[in-house]
């Protein structure tokens, strides 16, 4: 009889749909000054009180879809399958722009418009699926005549009922082709001779770092070692705003107060700073596709 129960239970959590993790994360560029993220988690809880709710950040700039797909290329990987992310920034929020949840290839769901938030993550991750999320079944009761808040009456709505094992991923909506997954042209990281181009997708805004798209493999070949000089070149609009040599470092601390240098950041990107001072306000350096950096060995 013990082992009849036992079989019973393993056979029960075979059957479970890998979203029932009941982790439901949100993303949006509605700050908290007001009541939408309270709404959207309201919305959740009222699908299922079991739910465990958090943040990835609802300070993304407004309208910054680039923003939106960047974090969450930094933050999905290291949730595990099956937690549903909301990422609501939708300036075509009640167009004809598609709502989709989408499946990495680690397990992990996305709700959310397909207007190139989902960019680098699916990049990054991979594509599982994709499915256009059905409203007449994945929609808040009686919030029809609502056409801007889909993050509350479709989105939060979707997610919870994702996570809480309501649906299935298959009962999200019909299956979409992965092709036609709405991405942001942007320029690639690239090594030519003994220079390697890049660009500043987003700052760490806390303390005004600056982060390039310049990853650790291709910034290896030059082989430099803790210490040794970097030549820095950024752009803005092709126009070359800063340019200085830095030493490489591991630490912020390697370097005296408000000294530059140049290190990897926590996503293994090469990023540069002043120690305990903001490069990008010191030197008016912002964000996006029309600023680049190149680097080269000193």
Same mark, same amino acid.
């Given at each position: 009889?013990?082992?009849?129960?036992?079989?019973?239970?393993?056979?029960?959590?075979?059957?479970?749909?890998?979203?029932?993790?009941?982790?439901?994360?949100?993303?949006?560029?509605? /700050?908290?000054?007001? %009541?939408?993220?309270?709404?959207?988690?309201?919305?959740?809880?009222?699908?299922?009180?079991?739910?465990?709710?958090?943040?990835?950040?609802?300070?993304?700039? $407004?309208?910054?879809?680039?923003? *939106?797909?960047?974090?969450?290329?930094?933050?999905?990987?290291?949730?595990?399958?099956?937690?549903?992310?909301?990422?609501?920034?939708?300036? %075509?929020?009640?167009?004809?722009?598609?709502?989709?949840?989408?499946?990495?290839?680690? /397990?992990?769901?996305?709700?959310?418009?397909?207007?190139?938030?989902?960019?680098?993550?699916?990049?990054?991750?991979?594509? %599982?699926?994709?499915?256009?999320?059905?409203?007449?079944?994945?929609?808040?009761?009686?919030?029809?005549?609502?056409?801007?808040?889909? /993050?509350?009456?479709?989105?939060?709505?979707?997610?919870?009922?994702? *996570?809480? /094992?309501?649906?299935?991923?298959?009962?999200?909506?019909?299956?979409?082709?992965?092709?036609?997954?709405?991405?942001?042209?942007?320029?690639?990281?690239?090594?030519?001779?003994?220079?390697?181009?890049?660009?500043?997708?987003?700052?760490?805004?806390?303390?005004?770092?600056?982060?390039?798209?310049?990853?650790?493999?291709?910034?290896?070949?030059?082989?430099?070692?803790?210490?040794?000089?970097?030549?820095?070149?950024?752009?803005?609009?092709?126009?070359?705003?800063?340019?200085?040599?830095?030493?490489?470092?591991?630490?912020?601390?390697?370097?005296?107060?408000?000294?530059?240098?140049?290190?990897?950041?926590?996503?293994?990107?090469?990023?540069?700073?002043?120690?305990? $001072?903001?490069?990008?306000? *010191?030197?008016?350096?912002?964000?996006?596709?029309?600023?680049?950096?190149?680097?080269?060995?000193?």
């Amino acid at each position: 009889m013990h082992r009849f129960f036992l079989l019973v239970a393993f056979l029960l959590l075979v059957r479970l749909s890998p979203a029932q993790s009941k982790v439901v994360v949100f993303q949006s560029d509605f /700050g908290l000054k007001d %009541g939408a993220v309270s709404e959207m988690k309201g919305v959740a809880i009222g699908v299922s009180p079991d739910l465990k709710l958090f943040d990835l950040t609802h300070e993304i700039p $407004a309208y910054n879809i680039w923003e *939106a797909s960047y974090r969450l290329r930094q933050t999905v990987p290291y949730w595990p399958a099956g937690t549903v992310f909301v990422s609501v920034v939708d300036p %075509g929020v009640g167009t004809d722009r598609k709502s989709v949840v989408l499946r990495t290839r680690t /397990g992990q769901f996305i709700v959310t418009p397909d207007n190139g938030t989902l960019t680098l993550v699916a990049e990054a991750l991979g594509i %599982g699926e994709i499915r256009e999320i059905d409203e007449a079944v994945n929609r808040r009761k009686d919030s029809q005549k609502s056409y801007t808040f889909h /993050g509350r009456d479709v989105y939060a709505y979707t997610a919870a009922r994702l *996570a809480a /094992g309501v649906i299935t991923f298959e009962e999200v909506g019909p299956l979409l082709p992965k092709q036609e997954v709405v991405s942001i042209p942007y320029q690639k990281a690239v090594s030519e001779g003994k220079t390697i181009k890049g660009t500043i997708p987003v700052l760490d805004v806390q303390y005004g770092n600056i982060w390039t798209n310049i990853p650790d493999d291709l910034f290896r070949p030059l082989k430099l070692s803790f210490g040794d000089e970097l030549y820095v070149k950024i752009f803005h609009n092709g126009k070359m705003v800063y340019h200085d040599n830095m030493p490489y470092s591991a630490t912020f601390g390697a370097v005296a107060l408000g000294k530059p240098l140049a290190y990897m950041n926590s996503v293994l990107q090469l990023s540069f700073a002043l120690n305990q $001072a903001s490069f990008s306000e *010191a030197f008016k350096i912002g964000s996006g596709n029309e600023w680049s950096v190149e680097v080269e060995k000193k």
